[in-house]
């Protein structure tokens, strides 16, 4: 088991920046990667980026260019770097941790959701 604790959130206008934290405690030995996911209201739980072990990285194009994911693994901790934050990146942010056992994945652990509103 792992346990994700999110921070960072909050408001801000558009065109704003905002970083999100997440600490990772538990069984850290086992997590292969560590993501931001965000839902908001009436919609479906998305990817927004993603980092591997290795520093691999994955976004969703609706944020490329906008948004850099970074760990710093002696804190144990995955951070989400936000510019030019537009209305529609509204939503509640979770952060989450998979194993990896050869080409199966698992879900080791979930935030508990931190808000994000980008309002004039």
């Known amino acids: 088991q792992v346990q994700l604790v999110e921070s960072g959130g909050g408001l801000v206008q558009p065109g704003g920046s905002l970083r999100l934290s997440c600490a990772a405690s538990?069984?850290?030995?086992?997590?292969?990667?560590m993501g931001w996911y965000r839902q908001a209201p009436g919609k479906q739980r998305e990817l927004v980026a993603a980092?591997?072990?290795?520093?691999?990285?994955n976004y969703a194009d609706s944020v490329k260019g906008r948004f850099t994911i970074s760990r710093d693994n002696a804190k144990n901790t995955v951070y989400l770097q936000m510019n030019s934050l537009k209305p529609e990146d509204t939503a509640v942010y979770y952060c989450?941790?998979?194993?990896?056992?050869?080409?199966?994945?698992?879900?080791?652990?979930w935030g508990q959701g931190t808000q994000v509103t980008v309002s004039s």
């Open positions: 989450n941790a998979d194993g990896r056992s050869g080409s199966y994945y698992y879900t080791l652990g």
């Open positions: 538990g069984s850290i030995f086992s997590i292969y990667a």
């Open positions: 980092i591997t072990s290795g520093g691999s990285t």
